[in-house]
């Protein structure tokens, strides 16, 4: 299905040229964006995070921070993993 996005001009330079430093498309970069912001990432489901009433992940009361840095590299870790289901030709 197609649709028009209206973006800032500035956030679409940037995606374009890191798609074409991903070596991928920009239509590929939205889809993996939205994908990933409406899916509940595997293992979460009964963990320390909760989906808000905008249905952001969010964590749940009580539950302590993770440092910074874990957080990067776990955020890394996921998106490679993505890049790779991406490249094989999955979604």
Do not use: C, W
């Amino acid at each position: 299905m197609k649709t028009t996005l209206d973006l800032p001009d500035d956030l679409l330079a940037e995606a374009k040229i890191v798609a074409a430093q991903r070596r991928t498309t920009l239509k590929a970069m939205v889809e993996h964006a939205l994908r990933r912001e409406i899916t509940t990432p595997p293992g979460l489901q009964n963990s320390r995070y909760a989906r808000n009433e905008l249905g952001f992940l969010v964590l749940r009361k009580g539950t302590t921070l993770t440092p910074h840095e874990k957080i990067r590299k776990l955020q890394e870790a996921v998106d490679k993993e993505d890049l790779q289901r991406a490249l094989k030709g999955g979604s």
